[in-house]
């Protein structure tokens, strides 16, 4: 299952997965995870960061804000 990391609340992460909310101690999490970074858990329990798939998410994202302010971001 994927995940997106809505935010960080003191230790925890807010993870994402559809509608639902979740919390993971961000100890455990991959050092460089960072918000809208998109996870996956492992079989063996480690989180991995998707880059790729947070980097296509990210530019959707700017080129929706870019188009809804009219060219100009």
Same mark, same amino acid.
Do not use: C, H, N
């Given at each position: 299952?994927?995940?997106?990391? $809505?935010?960080?609340?003191?230790? !925890?992460?807010? !993870? *994402?997965?559809?509608?639902?909310?979740?919390?993971?101690? @961000?100890?455990? !999490?991959?050092?460089?995870?960072?918000?809208? $970074?998109? *996870?996956? @858990?492992?079989?063996?329990?480690?989180?991995?960061?998707?880059?790729?798939? #947070?980097?296509?998410?990210?530019? #959707? %994202? #700017? $080129?929706? @804000?870019?188009? %809804? %302010?009219?060219?100009?971001?």
């Amino acid at each position: 299952m994927r995940y997106s990391i $809505d935010r960080f609340e003191g230790e !925890l992460a807010v !993870l *994402l997965s559809g509608t639902q909310a979740f919390t993971a101690e @961000r100890r455990k !999490l991959p050092e460089t995870a960072r918000t809208g $970074d998109i *996870l996956e @858990r492992t079989e063996q329990g480690k989180w991995i960061i998707l880059k790729d798939t #947070a980097q296509q998410r990210r530019k #959707a %994202l #700017a $080129d929706r @804000r870019k188009r %809804l %302010l009219g060219g100009t971001s």
